[in-house]
């Protein structure tokens, strides 16, 4: 039975990594005038409400997003995209990764969402249905082997799982190497946890084997709560687009500024 809901951990720091590397890499390939594909394998809801009762009663999001926002330079991509979802939306709104993707999409581009969890899929096509995405009610490891190679073959491919099913550890690398052979040209991005029980670390052990030229960036962060078990936040990345280091350096020095307490727009150039 799925019980994970997006909703208490939306605009959280492992947020804030996950979508601004997303929105950097969807900037980088739109300015190509060639078609891509998006695909998303555990999509949620799409648009968040950070002053609803789910947000409020973690308050990841006020470590988060509020407090990283302002540190991003006004022309990033996903500031941008934060930006323009709250005039939209409200001064709360937030915008999952299906959003992020969706605002950065062209005519012509093709988006692929699923989500399993009955009351987020509703809530995903409610949010993303007027936006053209092929949205599917399904498991989504089983929705990324189903659709590759997709068309356009061009593409990006978010894997990021709630980690709810411990199998998910076992069967992510399996899946990403199944899903490389048939689409070797498509970036793989996966979001994993920084964990105190270590989880990750096997999985990232295999992955790294799997893809010695892969990509990877972990930060830390406080626990957001007592007993609260991430530490951190990680993305590994297959097929990595060109200057992504670059991006992530900044990204990590607006982490530290963040941490610090430094003044906004002064860690990323």
Known sequence: MLSYQHAYHAGNLADVQKHALLAWMLD????????????????????YDLAGEAALKTGEAAAGVALALPHFPPAHPWRQIVEATRARHGATAYPGSPLVAAM????????????????????????????GAHIQKRDGLELALAVTPPTPRRGL?????????????????????????????????????LLTSGAHGPM?????????????????????????????????????????????????????AVAAGGTPGGAAP
């Open 204 to 256: 990232l052990k295999t992955l790294s084997a799997q893809f010695p030229d892969a990509f990877r960036q972990e930060l830390r962060f406080p626990p957001a709560r007592d007993g609260h078990r991430m530490t951190g936040t990680g993305m590994f990345i297959v097929n990595p687009p060109w200057g992504i280091a670059d991006e992530a350096r900044r990204l990590a020095a607006l982490f530290a």
């Open 104 to 131: 950065s999409l062209r005519e012509g581009d093709v988006m692929h969402l699923a989500e399993l969890h009955p009351q987020e899929h509703a809530a995903l096509v409610a949010n993303l249905g007027d936006w």
């Open 157 to 193: 491919m978010l894997i990021d799982p709630a980690y709810e099913v411990k199998d998910d550890y076992d069967s992510i690398p399996r899946v990403m190497a199944q899903v490389a052979r048939k689409w070797n040209v498509g970036i793989l991005a996966l979001w994993y946890p």
């Open 28 to 47: 980088y390939l739109t300015q190509k005038d060639k078609p891509l594909s998006y695909i998303e394998t555990h999509a949620g809801r799409g648009l």
